[in-house]
């Protein structure tokens, strides 16, 4: 499965990214494989989606979650 | 005793870290801001507080150094000297309550071989929630000096002071270790570039290899003069995707495998808390309190800017008005008193005029940098703003161009996708602005007839209104079109944002901020509205129309009407050699005929006064007749004339090109009404108007096919010169220009000839 899949209230540990610019950015930015993530909540209008990593708040969209793929970690 | 050497220090971090502030308490107010060269990333510098033999340089925030964006490209080209010259010292300023992923670009700074020191910022929010840091544990394990602060405060500043006027020695880079399979290779990489190049200095050779390596736009900067290294890494990078090596984030993880234990040594998690930001967040984020929360700030903010800035606007205008009064009077006249008094301070008024608006504008945006809500409305809002191939980012500069444009276009600069920048840019003038208010209003009270449609709908409001969202309308359009046809390359816009803690605003920052930018706006625009107003000021001016003898000829003309006045009054006298009498204020004579006698006596005065007084405006109006505008205009008119208008609209156009509501203004010379800020006159004037054939001038049609150009016109050379600032190219000013030109042009045209087709005139 992938982020996306994740609802608000629910982690998982990431496995591997698709490689690109953006994945890229995002591991610099301490989302690297073995990271655990939550999702916090989704915008508003669904969409993006407010994640929890190494203890602070980012947000991603939905087309950027699909391209990492986790498992979840059960609660 | 001779002063000290000179020295140079960096302050390099992350975004939201309170960098600014630091730079900000370390500095004072001794600032510079200016462009690093052929860039429009922002070189922020100023002495140091007490020691003005150290410069110090903000460098903009940067997650990374590895070059994604331009802002990182050039923090590290600073830090490794290849801007300027290299700084002695660089600050890591870190956000003591994210430590991990601060100390990642900290590591990349320590590998450059500079000394370093740690500024371990905003240690009370940190506290706050629950973690406590150990800055010796953090320091024995970076090896470098760390200093707790918090800069909003000022505490721990003077510590820090006095660690960056006694340096550390260079900080030990490469403490991290690389993935085996990787770092097996950097050697024979290291061996290549230095062979093909000699302009890296030997400490940074590893350094550019893993970037290189790791990102595209690194490895690019080689393909002229290291083919055979770009050849040879390009090769490595196949072998080790086929081995299966994380090429890619070898780097990454190897850094995060080192920073991960010792942010383990030095922070305590003292107690597992939902923070205030968080809960702040789940109501402002909320899927319904949220977005009415975001357009409850809109109107505010507006109302504000628009409501608040009017006094001030008020007095500025009078003020300039007053000042240019005066400086006619004081110079002897001559074209130099009038330049000066009609070109420059009435251009540069036109403009100093927005300042109020764009201070308090500038005022909200620091207010929602600062508290952290940006972010918040661009993660509200970016779902919207993805279907036009923006994000987010660009919903406040957008927004911010209903008041004007200038700071929407500044504030695009908050963007890191660099497409999405652009594109912000070009299509922020579509916003209505404050300046066509002014226009606008003219034109619908004239034209649009009051009433209600359907009973509640008031047609004049209705009118505004759909100027505004034409407007805004289009600006989507424009950014989607100009996303597919025109700026192709670059990244797509992708929406990768952190939502910082909220924090409590201060307001020396944002006072201090607020009037730095508005600086900026003041002083750069400035430059270019001086020069085109005082072009202007000659079009309007030259060729000189000898307007002295028709001056003479109206107080002839009007001494005569005079005369003829009283002749017939006289025949009025009950006895022909009886003398009229002395002219009287009241008619209370008693005698009808005597009364009658005094009332055509009083008009015939009342007469000339007003013909002496319209002598000035005749005159001037002349003048811009038979002007290089007036000309401009008469030429333009065959062009115009599908759309509706006359050449004295078309020279009103031209003339708005120093800035919208100048049209006014120019309308009113031509027809020679005076007060045409009151505009009741000059409405009349516009209705009354008729070709020679006896067509009237101004239909409302006509109105409705101007009112449409001003929408979509880019009429406001400000913004062009902010355009060129901020994109460092004439280039995109120019076909920003273009595009909304023609735009208007197509548009008036329709509305026009569409309009007559239907039998609306």
């Not at chain 1, 994945?23 to 508003?44: F, I, K």
């Not at chain 2, 594109?423 to 003038?429: D, E, F, K, R, Y």
């Not at chain 2, 100027?467 to 992708?494: N, Q």
């Not at chain 2, 006509?702 to 190219?729: D, H, K, P, Y």
Request: net charge negative.
């Amino acid at each position: 499965m992938t982020l996306q899949d994740l609802r608000p209230g629910e982690s998982g540990r990431i496995l591997e990214f698709e490689p690109n610019a953006v994945t890229d950015r995002l591991m610099e930015m301490g989302m690297l494989p073995g990271s655990v993530v939550q999702v916090v909540r989704l915008a508003p209008l669904g969409d993006p989606m407010d994640l929890k990593v190494r203890g602070y708040h980012l947000s991603i969209r939905k087309a950027e979650a699909a391209q990492i793929r986790i498992s979840k970690c059960e609660a | 005793m001779s002063p000290p050497d000179p020295i140079s220090i960096a302050l390099v971090g992350n975004p939201n870290v309170g960098k600014t502030t630091l730079f900000n308490r370390l500095t004072g107010l001794n600032q510079r801001i200016a462009n690093f060269p052929g860039v429009t990333v922002e070189r922020k510098s100023g002495t140091l507080t007490g020691a003005p033999h150290v410069e110090v340089i903000d460098l903009p925030g940067t997650y990374s150094l590895t070059p994604k964006s331009l802002d990182e490209r050039i923090a590290y080209e600073v830090l490794v000297g290849r801007r300027d010259k290299a700084p002695d010292l660089a600050v890591c300023v870190v956000d003591a309550g994210n430590l991990e992923r601060n100390l990642y670009v900290a590591s990349q700074v320590m590998d450059i071989g500079v000394p370093v020191i740690v500024a371990l910022n905003m240690i009370d929010a940190a506290e706050e929630n629950g973690l406590v840091i150990d800055a010796s544990v953090l320091e024995a394990e970076l090896g470098v000096p760390v200093i707790p602060l918090v800069a909003t405060r000022g505490e721990g500043v003077d510590q820090l002071k006095k660690q960056i006027l006694d340096p550390p020695e260079p900080a030990q880079g490469y403490r991290w270790s690389l993935m085996d399979a990787v770092s097996a290779k950097v050697p024979e990489l290291s061996r290549q570039l230095t062979a093909e190049v000699d302009e890296v200095q030997p400490g940074h050779i590893q350094m550019e290899v893993l970037r290189a390596l790791a990102e595209d736009n690194a490895l690019d900067v080689w393909r002229g003069s290291a083919p055979e290294f770009v050849r040879r890494t390009e090769e490595l990078r196949k072998e080790f995707a086929e081995r299966g090596v994380a090429w890619r984030h070898a780097e990454v993880s190897g850094r995060y495998a080192w920073i991960g234990p010792i942010t383990n040594k030095a922070v305590r998690r003292e107690r597992e808390s939902t923070t205030v930001s968080d809960r702040i967040d789940a109501l402002l984020t909320h899927s319904i309190f949220g977005p009415l929360f975001f357009l409850v700030i809109l109107i505010g903010v507006f109302q504000a800017v628009f409501s608040w800035a009017t006094p001030a606007m008020d007095l500025i205008e009078t003020g300039i008005s007053a000042f240019a009064g005066t400086v006619q009077s004081v110079f002897p006249p001559g074209w130099a008193t009038d330049l000066l008094a009609d070109g420059v301070i009435t251009g540069v008024g036109n403009v100093v005029v927005f300042l109020p608006q764009i201070l308090l504008l500038f005022f909200f945006l620091g207010l929602m940098e600062d508290t952290g809500y940006m972010a918040r409305s661009a993660f509200i809002m970016d779902r919207i703003m993805k279907r036009v191939g923006l994000s987010g980012g660009s919903v406040l500069p957008l927004l911010s161009s209903y008041a004007c444009a200038i700071p929407g276009i500044m504030a695009a600069r908050t963007l890191d996708n660099e497409r999405d920048r652009l594109i912000t840019i070009m299509v922020a003038p579509l916003m209505s602005c404050s300046a066509r208010l002014p226009v606008y209003t003219l034109f619908i009270a004239a034209f649009i007839p009051a009433g209600t449609l359907m009973g509640v709908f008031g047609t004049q409001g209705l009118a505004m209104f759909s100027m505004y969202m034409m407007g805004t309308v289009m600006a989507f359009g424009a950014a989607a079109v100009l996303k597919r046809f025109v700026f192709t390359k670059g990244p797509e816009s992708y929406f990768v944002m952190e939502l910082p803690p909220y924090r409590r605003p201060r307001a020396r920052q944002l006072l201090l901020r607020m009037i730095q930018r508005s600086k900026v706006f003041a002083v750069r625009a400035g430059k270019i509205i001086l020069a085109c107003s005082i072009v202007l000021w000659f079009l309007a001016s030259y060729p000189a129309v000898d307007t002295d003898s028709l001056r003479m000829q109206i107080e002839m003309q009007a001494a005569e009407q005079r005369e003829a006045g009283y002749a017939e009054a006289e025949t009025l006298l009950p006895a022909p050699d009886m003398a009229l009498p002395a002219l009287d204020d009241s008619l209370d004579v008693g005698d009808p005929v005597m009364a009658q006698i005094q009332a055509m006596m009083q008009q015939a005065e009342y007469n000339y006064t007003a013909a002496m007084d319209s002598a000035q405006l005749v005159q001037q109006s002349a003048q811009i007749r038979g002007s290089a505008i007036g000309y401009m205009g008469r030429i333009l008119e065959p062009v115009m004339q599908p759309l509706g208008f006359d050449w004295k609209i078309s020279a009103g156009l031209v003339s708005a090109f120093a800035a919208r509501e100048v049209i006014i203004s120019t309308l009113g010379i031509i027809y020679s009404v005076a007060d045409a800020e009151e505009g009741v006159a000059l409405r009349d004037a516009l209705k009354a108007d008729r070709y020679p054939d006896g067509r009237p001038v101004f239909t409302p049609l006509v109105a409705v096919s101007l009112l449409v150009f001003f929408v979509f016109a880019l009429q406001c050379m400000s913004t062009l010169a902010i355009a060129r600032r901020e994109t460092n190219t004439w280039r995109w000013p120019l076909v920003m220009w273009l595009y909304m030109t023609i735009l208007a042009y197509i548009a008036s045209l329709l509305v026009y000839q569409g309009g007559q087709l239907l039998g609306l005139s």
